[in-house]
């Protein structure tokens, strides 16, 4: 027992370090493992309070900016709104429930990283606003994420300059759908992976969100195809993409809460048991 | 010794700070950035406590990670540091370390230079080869480091002698 005793206190550094270590591996392996596990992300209290007061001392920086991207989205929603085709037939509201399928909430991109693999954004809503897990982020010009960790008041963001993301997209003009990831390499592409070479397809057409994500609404703008790989083992395509989004420049962003999103969940649950 | 410890805890708490707030948003070409909080593990005295200072960069490390979504990759390269700090110190410094008598917070000289370069790569090589995870961007990973470790280490500088204390 007395030697027991010895060499814990006489190894007590290696000791406390192989501890130590062990765990913040752990943490490292984890987070990249494992969908949506991380138990260190920056949607708390402490991170989520420092990065949003040093936010708004920024903010002010580029109000300029801001304004001009909002009233140019103004104006386009104007343009929607004036010339539709025609104006005595009004957009049915679901009236069984008196709601819209899809709602949207307003938030703002507290901090933002882009120059890792694994890039997370924050933002300034949370579980008080009616932000949950799984739902979709965009902005006027395109996706930006998927809501991954959540606190009362904050919110992490999932960025699709991420390893880990796997949207589904289409060419908005044919249907054919693909799957949307990063490669690491460049903050302005991202890559269509899984295209079917049956796809009629050039340089410039739009790729925009599928009709089977749960996630994201259909034909939400995403980027241009910038280049077209041809693989020779497989009948798919690889493209990149160049995004509408700037990524590295992020001010207010649309959280979509999609009503049915649970019923469709469950339905393919049930459908998954039988 | 108190005064030793409140300098350490303030150092601790000034350097976690300004990299949140500053240096977390420089991103030069797009991906380098500086991570000079590691001054906290650099300059920790030499004849002060191991363990502490392996706990310590064990919690600077984990308020990194929170801070910047990274799971425990700063909370791993710097405990990595810290627990190398003394085999670095015998490497850079040879004899002079038994006596314990080096200062770090002084005039640059080629061992100083060379302990705080040991340390940058150290903690640098582990941060991004945690980072990538994936063994294919291993060139990329090498690349990050090398420039990463050249920006780090000149803010380092900066810094030291920027907080150097007056002697006079």
């Given at each position: ?274 | ?83 190398f700090r003394p085999s670095i110190f015998k490497f850079a410094f040879g004899l002079s370390y038994e006596y314990q008598t080096i200062k770090l917070n002084d005039v640059l000289t080629p061992q100083r230079f060379s302990f705080i370069l040991l340390s940058v790569v150290i903690h640098h090589f582990t941060l991004f080869l945690l980072e990538a995870f994936q063994l294919s961007f291993i060139l990329d990973t090498l690349i990050t480091t090398l420039l990463s470790t050249v920006f780090t280490i000149i803010i380092c500088i900066i810094i030291i ?8």
């Amino acid at each position: 027992m007395q030697q027991i005793f010895n060499f814990i206190f006489k190894n007590s550094n290696r000791i406390l370090f192989l501890l130590l270590l062990g765990i913040s591996l752990a943490l490292t392996i984890q987070s990249h493992s494992f969908h949506r596990s991380k138990i260190i992300s920056s949607a708390n209290f402490l991170s989520g309070g420092v990065y949003e007061r040093v936010n708004n001392l920024h903010e002010y920086l580029n109000l300029k900016t801001q304004n001009e991207a909002l009233a140019l989205e103004n104006a386009k929603l104007k343009s929607l709104l004036f010339n539709r085709k025609d104006t005595t037939v009004v957009k049915k509201l679901d009236s069984l429930k008196g709601v819209k399928p899809e709602d949207i909430v307003v938030s703002k991109v507290i901090h933002n990283s882009y120059n890792v693999y694994e890039n997370y954004l924050t933002l300034n809503s949370g579980e008080i606003d009616g932000v949950k897990p799984d739902m979709g982020v965009i902005n006027d010009l395109g996706i930006v994420g998927i809501i991954e960790n959540t606190s009362p008041k904050y919110s992490t963001v999932i960025s699709i300059l991420n390893k880990r993301t796997q949207i589904n997209a289409k060419i908005k003009k044919s249907n054919h759908f693909g799957s949307l990831n990063w490669n690491g390499k460049s903050t302005g592409y991202v890559q269509l992976t899984d295209l079917p070479r049956l796809a009629l397809i050039k340089i410039g057409d739009t790729i925009v969100t599928g009709g089977q994500s749960v996630i994201f609404p259909e034909n939400i703008n995403i980027g241009t195809i910038a280049k077209i790989y041809r693989d020779k083992q497989t009948n798919f395509y690889t493209l990149d993409v160049r995004l509408f989004n700037d990524m590295t420049n992020l001010g207010h962003v649309y959280i979509i809460k999609r009503k049915d999103r649970e019923e469709i969940i469950n339905l393919e649950k049930r459908e998954k048991d039988e | 010794m108190n005064s030793t410890l409140l300098v350490n805890i303030f150092r601790f708490i000034l350097l976690l700070a300004i990299q949140i707030i500053i240096f977390n948003n420089m991103n030069f070409l797009g991906y380098i950035s500086p991570f000079p909080y590691i001054l906290f593990i650099i300059l920790y005295p030499v004849n002060g406590n191991k363990s502490g200072l392996v706990a310590a960069s064990f919690l600077l490390g984990i308020i990194m990670d929170l801070f910047s979504n990274s799971g425990g990759t700063h909370a791993t390269a710097c405990l990595v540091l810290a627990y190398f700090r003394p085999s670095i110190f015998k490497f850079a410094f040879g004899l002079s370390y038994e006596y314990q008598t080096i200062k770090l917070n002084d005039v640059l000289t080629p061992q100083r230079f060379s302990f705080i370069l040991l340390s940058v790569v150290i903690h640098h090589f582990t941060l991004f080869l945690l980072e990538a995870f994936q063994l294919s961007f291993i060139l990329d990973t090498l690349i990050t480091t090398l420039l990463s470790t050249v920006f780090t280490i000149i803010i380092c500088i900066i810094i030291i002698y920027l907080i150097k204390p007056n002697k006079r």
